[in-house]
């Protein structure tokens, strides 16, 4: 028996549709597919950009530490033995002359002691191995004595918790951070008073520094950084991450800044 022609256009339409569907699976199943890979893809370029980025700032820091190390050297080894040559031939100056002289050269001899020390105190601040040697705590002390002798800030140094050491790598970038951080205040915060506390815990390793300057609007001062791609708050947290680091940042006009810089501890290996 023959099918009608109402059964056949029936079927025609089943297959019909029935085709569509499984065109329109396919073309759903490669538009998936297509975005699952492109989403794969932008996020390995992503995560490439940031590798990039974290390489080439590990870089720059080397070659700074290999400058700065080569600069502690320089002042070590030249200008300090050019300030020893001086008050040498001060002292050798100083009985041949006349009264009225001799107070000008003895302000020049105390002068030129003083240089000697800062000279020293300078060049162990950006010597990478006397940094390592002594470790990061000690070394972030005699920054702040360096400091303080300097501009005469008030100075105050607490520890808390058992200390510990961290690897030299930590410590060196998070020496450098915190140097950052005194730069800042001895430029813009117009502090009387520096204070520093290093808080060791079995999570976790912080120092937080912070001054009773003139303060600043945190938010408008990172956008700021960013659209001059400065080198200060910016260069802090990038530098933060290349430790696991993270970076809180509390300061209002007049009101000082106060800077958390918070480590995970690192396994013993």
């Known amino acids: 028996m023959q099918p009608s022609s109402s059964q056949i256009i029936s079927l025609v339409i089943i297959i019909s549709t029935l085709l569509l569907l ?38 720059k820091l080397e070659i700074q530490e290999q400058t700065l190390d080569h600069i502690a050297k ?10 020893s040559l001086i008050n040498i031939n001060l002292s050798e100056i100083l ?16 002068l030129a002691k003083q240089l000697l020390v800062d000279l020293k105190a300078l060049s162990a601040s950006l010597n ?5 040697h002594i470790g990061f705590a000690r070394a972030l002390d005699n ?33 450098r951070l915190c140097q950052e951080v005194l730069n800042n205040i001895l430029k813009y915060a117009k502090a009387r008073s520096i204070r520093a506390t290093l808080t060791y815990s079995p ?28 080198t200060g708050l910016l260069n802090i947290k990038k530098r933060a991450t290349l430790i696991n680091a993270a970076v809180q940042m509390r300061s209002l006009p007049n009101e000082g800044t106060t800077i958390v810089i918070t480590i995970p501890k690192q396994p013993k290996i």
């Open 95 to 110: 009985p041949q002359s006349t009264s009225e002289m001799k107070d000008n050269i003895m302000e020049t001899k105390s």
């Open 143 to 175: 920054e702040l004595i360096r400091l303080g002798n300097r501009k005469k800030y008030a100075i105050t140094f607490t520890c808390t918790g058992d200390d510990y050491r961290l690897s030299p790598e930590h410590e060196i970038i998070l020496f």
């Open 22 to 59: 499984i065109f329109g699976g396919i073309i759903v199943r490669y538009i998936f597919l297509y975005q699952r890979k492109k989403d794969r893809h932008n996020q390995e370029v992503a995560r490439l950009g940031e590798e990039f980025k974290s390489t080439l700032l590990q870089s």
């Open 128 to 132: 990478t191995d006397h940094t390592i």
């Open 203 to 230: 999570e976790f390793f912080s120092v937080e520094i912070s001054d009773d300057g003139i303060g600043f609007d945190v938010d408008l001062a990172l956008s700021h950084s960013a659209e001059r791609e400065s």
């Open 74 to 83: 320089e002042l070590h080894a030249n200008f300090s033995h050019l300030v």
